[in-house]
């Protein structure tokens, strides 16, 4: 089965740095977002709280906003519209979702504290245009227009009876994950994609964007600026020529297992050009050195780390935090009977303790997205207990 990826609530930022989204559903009072529908109840037994289907996609939706705010750094909120609306399905394969900047900008005044683009007369996102020059460029334009499958849940032949998963973690067999498509899609919000037209090769008002200032066709030594039209358009479908040439991703290529070539990571270019998945995102075979996949690869696996991607930010201009993928045992852990002395209970998704006693001694817990206790957790006189979340190790 192939799912391929083309490309309000305030949520404050959890510390200083940290970035702030707001986003704004678009769907009717009855549908995407909004439907009253009875929930996932595989979704709300692994953690997610909503009691409609909508509230569920709304609590994974924002769930992955929270997860990028602790990844990017902008004193600017992030204003993101998103809906659920007709895609590509059928049977065998579908489009999940796709996402990308509402607006460009160049050549900018920067509020103080900020600065002007790192390359002149180029164009940049809205949201990464708004970081750079700690201001918002357009407030009248919302940042990243966001829009996922909707047929996805429905009983007809979209997919067959695979399904919308809705909580955090791996889907289950038989379901297709709305958070990691969430994360996937909000990467390219941000500025995973180039705004060249990769059918013809043809700029915006014929000018670079930032993508593309980092974009080298290895065969022909060049880089995507350095190119004619009819260059780049060949460009992007010269599979394992299009490479990634920033620094910080270069950097960071002994974390890779494959997916390299001549020192550089490959990008998406097959000999088919694939609209709006050629050129803006990773190739494939980019894999770290346990053979899991990269977020920003064009098809979903359930393994998808980010290590790479992160660098590529930073190459972009984001003050991205590094690669913090988590390596702890357990996906979930399960804690339950006495608990004595110093323990720390660490899981990528989360720590549940189920009816246990904090009996003495100093007990903690670390998960991605969240800690849980059943109903007859104590922590007995003397006992200490802490609990920390950070969805910043949980992918």
Same mark, same amino acid.
């Given at each position: 089965?192939?799912?391929?990826?083309?490309?309000?609530?305030?949520?404050?930022?959890?510390?200083?740095?940290?970035?702030?989204?707001?986003?704004?559903?678009? /769907?009717?009072?009855?549908?995407?977002?909004?439907?009253?529908?009875?929930?996932?109840?595989? =979704?709300?037994? /692994?953690?997610?709280?909503?009691?409609?289907?909508?509230?569920?996609?709304?609590?994974?939706?924002?769930?992955?906003?929270?997860?990028?705010?602790?990844?990017?750094? =902008?004193?600017?909120?992030?204003?993101?519209?998103?809906?659920?609306?007709?895609?590509?399905?059928?049977?065998? =394969?579908?489009? %999940?979702? !796709? &996402?990308?900047?509402?607006?460009?900008?160049?050549?900018?005044?920067?509020?103080?504290?900020? !600065?002007?683009?790192?390359?002149?007369?180029?164009?940049?996102? #809205?949201?990464? &245009?708004?970081?750079?020059?700690?201001?918002?460029?357009?407030?009248?334009?919302?940042?990243?227009?966001?829009?996922?499958?909707?047929?996805?849940?429905?009983?007809?032949?979209?997919?067959?009876?695979?399904?919308? +998963? +809705?909580?955090?973690?791996?889907?289950?067999?038989?379901?297709? !994950? *709305? +958070?990691?498509?969430?994360?996937?899609?909000?990467?390219?919000?941000?500025?995973?994609?180039? *705004?060249?037209?990769?059918?013809?090769?043809?700029?915006?008002?014929?000018?670079? /964007?930032?993508?593309?200032?980092?974009?080298?066709?290895?065969?022909?030594?060049?880089?995507?600026?350095?190119?004619?039209?009819? #260059?780049?358009?060949?460009?992007?479908?010269?599979?394992?020529?299009?490479?990634?040439?920033?620094?910080?991703?270069?950097?960071?290529?002994?974390? %890779?297992?494959?997916?390299?070539?001549?020192?550089?990571?490959?990008?998406?270019?097959?000999?088919?050009?694939?609209?709006?998945?050629?050129?803006?995102?990773?190739?494939?075979?980019?894999?770290?050195?346990?053979?899991?996949?990269?977020?920003?690869?064009?098809?979903?696996?359930?393994?998808?780390?980010?290590?790479?991607?992160?660098?590529? *930010?930073?190459?972009?201009?984001?003050?991205?935090?590094?690669?913090?993928?988590?390596?702890?045992?357990?996906?979930?852990?399960?804690?339950?009977?006495?608990?004595?002395?110093?323990? #720390? /209970?660490?899981?990528?998704?989360?720590?549940?303790?189920?009816?246990?006693?904090?009996?003495?001694?100093?007990?903690?817990?670390?998960?991605?997205?969240?800690?849980?206790?059943?109903?007859?957790?104590?922590?007995?006189?003397?006992?200490?207990?802490? &609990?920390?979340?950070?969805?910043?190790?949980?992918?």
């Amino acid at each position: 089965m192939r799912f391929a990826f083309a490309a309000l609530l305030l949520l404050l930022p959890l510390s200083s740095t940290a970035a702030a989204f707001s986003v704004i559903y678009n /769907d009717g009072p009855s549908e995407g977002f909004n439907d009253p529908a009875s929930p996932d109840p595989q =979704s709300q037994m /692994d953690g997610n709280p909503g009691t409609t289907l909508g509230e569920q996609r709304r609590w994974a939706f924002e769930r992955a906003l929270q997860f990028w705010g602790l990844r990017l750094q =902008s004193n600017i909120t992030i204003r993101v519209d998103a809906e659920m609306n007709d895609l590509t399905c059928d049977s065998t =394969s579908a489009v %999940l979702g !796709s &996402a990308g900047a509402k607006s460009l900008y160049t050549n900018w005044i920067p509020a103080a504290g900020g !600065s002007g683009p790192t390359f002149t007369d180029t164009w940049y996102g #809205q949201a990464l &245009a708004n970081r750079i020059a700690n201001k918002d460029n357009g407030p009248s334009t919302d940042d990243i227009g966001a829009t996922f499958n909707k047929h996805i849940d429905e009983s007809n032949s979209c997919l067959g009876s695979i399904t919308w +998963y +809705y909580a955090l973690g791996h889907a289950p067999g038989g379901t297709v !994950s *709305f +958070y990691r498509t969430v994360l996937h899609e909000m990467g390219h919000g941000v500025n995973f994609q180039t *705004f060249v037209d990769v059918s013809t090769g043809k700029r915006v008002m014929g000018l670079d /964007d930032i993508f593309m200032k980092f974009l080298e066709d290895h065969s022909l030594g060049l880089n995507w600026p350095s190119m004619s039209p009819s #260059q780049r358009q060949a460009s992007a479908t010269d599979t394992n020529d299009l490479h990634w040439t920033g620094s910080n991703v270069l950097g960071a290529t002994a974390s %890779l297992g494959s997916g390299t070539s001549a020192g550089h990571v490959k990008m998406y270019a097959p000999s088919s050009l694939e609209q709006g998945s050629s050129v803006s995102h990773w190739d494939k075979d980019v894999d770290d050195t346990s053979g899991n996949s990269e977020l920003m690869e064009p098809v979903a696996t359930g393994t998808e780390k980010l290590t790479v991607t992160d660098e590529l *930010f930073h190459d972009l201009g984001w003050n991205a935090i590094d690669a913090h993928n988590c390596s702890f045992a357990n996906d979930r852990t399960t804690v339950s009977g006495i608990l004595n002395g110093t323990r #720390q /209970d660490n899981a990528c998704v989360s720590v549940t303790y189920n009816s246990a006693t904090v009996n003495s001694g100093d007990t903690s817990a670390l998960a991605g997205q969240q800690v849980i206790f059943a109903s007859g957790f104590t922590v007995k006189m003397g006992a200490t207990f802490t &609990a920390n979340t950070d969805p910043s190790i949980g992918l």
